[in-house]
């Protein structure tokens, strides 16, 4: 089973960021910098967040566009990071249609989710889960 995040239903979202700390305390760090998930604004309270994550692309611009291939497809969508062929050029982060990309600003390198599932399991509103995908599946 290959794993992927998934986002139920944004309008739950009440905007308290509880998955973008864990997402950066999964990595040892206390604070929103370096969290792979961003939680926005559309209008506050009134009208609501939304959830920026990788959304496992099948076919991912951000991989078409690292100049050194830094990043490799995943069976399910998507993709990971091979940080040693990363040069920082934020080509990725430019190509990425939704934004889910970003820059970790010290090491220079892109900040991909990592499919790990930490974050759902501090989202206390359901907006996350982890979707377990079949090696081969088609759909996302």
Do not use: W
């Not at 604070?31 to 559309?42: D, K, N, P, T």
């Not at 040693?84 to 990425?96: N, Q, T, Y």
């Amino acid at each position: 089973m290959i794993r992927r995040l998934q986002i139920l239903d944004s309008e739950r979202c009440v905007g308290c960021q509880s998955c973008m700390f864990a997402c950066t305390r999964r990595e040892g760090k206390a604070s929103l910098e370096g969290s792979r998930i961003r939680v926005r604004s559309i209008g506050g309270m009134e009208r609501g967040f939304t959830v920026i994550v990788c959304r496992a692309c099948q076919d991912p611009s951000c991989m078409y566009s690292c100049p050194t291939s830094a990043l490799e497809k995943r069976e399910v969508g998507g993709v990971k990071l091979i940080k040693e062929k990363c040069i920082g050029c934020g080509k990725c982060v430019e190509a990425c249609p939704i934004s889910a990309i970003s820059m970790d600003e010290e090491e220079r390198k892109p900040l991909i989710c990592l499919y790990c599932g930490y974050c759902k399991n501090y989202c206390a509103y359901g907006v996350l889960d982890i979707e377990k995908v079949n090696h081969g599946s088609s759909s996302v």
